[in-house]
């Protein structure tokens, strides 16, 4: 049986069999001799010396859902990968799932160690090793809740929305930068990247 996700499943007697297309990379990370690559058939685990590699899906590992959006490695070495359902974690041998924030699309982390989170649709959450704190449109200068990218810079967060254009937040207040009309092409950010020298990029784009 095909489909018009990027997978198929094949049955041979009573044997089921999950095959995934995971060429609609999404996110890449090098860790050492390693490249982790999230894509919508799941994630991947390649050896760059050797070219093997590891395909996890929801099938074959507790990862939670296909569609994996994102790839972060904090300073423990442990992975976070955001779903577009919930979020996962590995520390190379076991694999724990954070049911919040839900449909991650981005991680950063900021020079006190916390992390946070771009969300699909609800704010930016930001997690201290304990507590978990949600910054959207009803409690905040958040006034779009569908961010797609996030980047820290010491501790003043960048966030770029689906629409909105970017926002910075330095603990205390928002920023909303945008060009022209909300809604338009310039005002869709999908990465931000911060030079050593202080300049930030941000890619825009339907």
């Known amino acids: 049986l095909e489909t ?18 995971a060429n609609d990379v999404t996110d890449l990370i090098v860790e ?10 799941g994630l991947v685990q390649w050896d760059i010396s050797s070219g093997a590699y590891i395909k996890y899906h929801p099938t074959n590992s507790d990862l939670s859902y ?9 300073i423990d070495d ?4 955001g779903t577009s359902t919930y979020t996962n974690t590995f520390d190379g041998a076991s694999w724990a799932t954070i049911y919040e924030p839900y449909c991650v699309t981005d ?13 699909c649709g609800y704010g930016i959450k930001k ?51 945008k060009i022209g009309d909300l809604g338009t092409i ?14 930030k990029w941000f890619a825009a784009g339907n």
């Open 4 to 21: 018009s996700s990027p997978l198929a499943i094949a049955a041979a007697g009573d044997v089921w069999n999950l095959y995934t297309n």
């Open 32 to 41: 050492g001799d390693t490249l982790w690559a999230a894509s919508s058939g």
């Open 66 to 74: 296909m569609n994996v959006n994102t790839v972060f490695i904090n």
């Open 78 to 81: 442990k992975k976070w990968f």
């Open 107 to 119: 991680i950063a982390r900021d020079s006190s160690g916390n992390l946070w989170f771009a969300t």
């Open 127 to 177: 997690y201290d090793g304990a507590i978990w704190t949600t910054y959207n449109q009803s409690n905040s200068g958040l006034t779009n809740n569908h961010v797609d990218t996030i980047a820290a810079e010491g501790n003043i967060i960048w966030a770029g929305t689906y629409g909105s254009g970017i926002f910075k937040f330095d603990g205390a207040t928002w920023t909303n930068y």
């Open 186 to 199: 310039e005002n869709m950010i999908h990465d931000i990247a911060i030079a050593p020298n202080g300049t």
